[in-house]
């Protein structure tokens, strides 16, 4: 039984063969392929690069905190409300605020530690007067030594007690200065260490940079910060948010093209059909590689005024390299296209060098012989064939290019290819879609033929096609129309 089935689907599938080669046959008789066509139109064309980039603040601050400790409260934002995202703040307005009390503690220590090193100050000064009245009084001893003398009146060692108590005298001064300038010296140290821990206790505090909108806020009340060899970040500070910046990823390839001033537009995924404009500031020199790719940052200024451009939006950025008004333009696709040989007018096929043949292929040897007639080619229907109309070419936004030539006229209908026949023309290739349709119907005749053994509805048996009761017809998928099939031969 499995041999006569393959038999008889081999047999089906013959047939659907022939039908299929007599349909093909049938169109090759026909007038030629059908053409997809454009038209050359007239207008402004602009040739552009693409590329991606980011939307940034023109000018933002991060503000961090120099001290360590526990945030016990935000500041008020000019609204009076406490200061979160998007809060507007002014300079110098408080944003938030540390606790102070190891602060306050080492401003106390460090007072403390400049009054002792006054007070020992006023002592060395005090000491030091006190050894000037030594000194004063070991001169005049001395002055009196000297004029008696080592004699009967005065003793030798009398004498050298006299000069020794002089010279320590004037040495106890010199040491009184001495501790006068080190106690000085201490004094200043100390109130240094003062003027440290009031800053410290000042940093406790923290205060608004500059005026502008609070974009970030990295802390929350209760939140520790930590700052050792970096300062923590506590706040983003967008300065003017009505100026910003576009900063574009550009590839090597084509940041030769891009240089300051030049006119760009973007669009962003925010603001669907709308197109913002602005101007190349700068182009980066720190390079990056990213996959062997070196890409560089080219920054574009634009005006938010309107405040609809958020930071940080992806921005779908065309830098403009050229702009031609009204000029004559034709669709890539017509360009790029090129005939068999086959369907271009006899007279000018004398271009093909000899020895070429004709090919099927989408860019045949006598399209490239007439490319060498100008810088593009147009196909233009000519009756049964093409004529091909050669070109200048020009800019390109990469569906449009500027075209010109002699015989190029605004409104000129060209060819762009050939149209591939669907289903639903009648004219399809029959052997994949057929082979399901013949399933199809082969299920529902196995159906009709199952019913036709029973009463069928009104006491008629449904019209069936002689192959729907042959013992070879194919069974539907999963094998659903077997047992039918089987039923009808057993009756």
Not at 196 to 224: F, H, W
Request: hydrophobic share 40%.
């Amino acid at each position: 039984m499995r041999i006569i089935k393959t038999l008889i689907v081999l047999v089906v599938l013959v047939v659907i063969a022939g039908v299929a080669w007599h349909f093909y046959l049938q169109r090759a008789k026909g007038d030629g392929p059908d053409y997809r066509t454009a038209t050359v139109t007239q207008g402004t064309l602009v040739s552009t690069i693409g590329a991606t980039g980011t939307i940034e603040p023109e000018e933002q601050v991060d503000v961090g905190a120099q001290v360590a400790g526990k945030i016990i409260q935000f500041g008020m934002d000019t609204a009076g409300h406490p200061v979160d995202y998007n809060s507007v703040v002014k300079e110098g307005q408080v944003l938030a605020k540390i606790d102070p009390t190891l602060y306050e503690s080492d401003v106390k220590t460090a007072q403390a530690q400049l009054a002792q090193a006054q007070a020992s100050v006023a002592v060395a000064r005090a000491n030091l007067l006190q050894n000037q009245a030594q000194l004063e009084n070991a001169l005049q001893n001395w002055k009196r030594a000297q004029q008696l003398g080592p004699s009967e009146a005065l003793a030798q060692t009398n004498y050298d007690a006299y000069k020794a108590a002089y010279d320590a005298a004037k040495a106890n001064v010199a040491a009184a200065e001495a501790t006068i300038t080190e106690d000085q010296a201490n004094v200043s140290a100390a109130q240094a260490n003062v003027d440290k821990a009031m800053q410290n206790l000042n940093y406790c505090v923290i205060e608004s940079p500059v005026n502008g909108t609070i974009i970030d806020r990295r802390v929350d009340i209760g939140q520790t910060v930590v700052s050792s060899l970096s300062a923590p970040s506590l706040f983003l500070i967008a300065r003017d948010l009505h100026r910003m910046e576009v900063w574009v990823a550009v590839n090597e390839a084509d940041v030769g093209n891009i240089h300051p001033g030049q006119a760009v537009t973007f669009t962003v995924d925010a603001f669907p059909g709308e197109t913002f404009r602005g101007t190349v500031k700068s182009v980066r020199l720190n390079a990056t590689m990213t996959q062997n790719v070196v890409i560089y940052t080219v920054v574009v200024g634009t005006d938010n005024s309107s405040g609809r451009l958020l930071p940080y939006l992806t921005a779908n950025v065309q830098f403009e390299l050229a702009r031609h008004e009204n000029i004559l333009q034709a669709p890539n696709a017509a360009l790029r296209w090129t005939p068999d040989l086959k369907e271009i007018a006899p007279q000018y096929r004398q271009g093909l060098p000899l020895g070429q043949q004709p090919s099927s292929a989408p860019a045949t040897p006598s399209a490239r012989a007439y490319k060498g007639m100008g810088h593009g080619m147009l196909w233009v229907k000519d009756g049964q064939y093409l004529k091909p109309v050669p070109v200048r070419t020009g800019i390109t936004d990469g569906v449009m290019t500027e075209v010109a030539g002699r015989d190029v006229t605004d409104g000129m209908i060209v060819v762009t290819g050939e149209k591939v026949t669907s289903a639903d023309d009648g004219v399809t290739n029959p052997f994949a879609p057929q082979f399901g349709k013949v399933f199809q119907r082969n299920r529902q005749q196995n159906q009709q033929h199952a019913q036709g053994q029973a009463p069928a509805a009104g006491g008629q048996e449904q019209p069936q096609k002689p192959a729907a009761g042959g013992p070879g017809q194919p069974p539907a998928s999963g094998g659903q129309g077997r047992g039918p099939r089987q039923g009808g031969r057993g009756q």
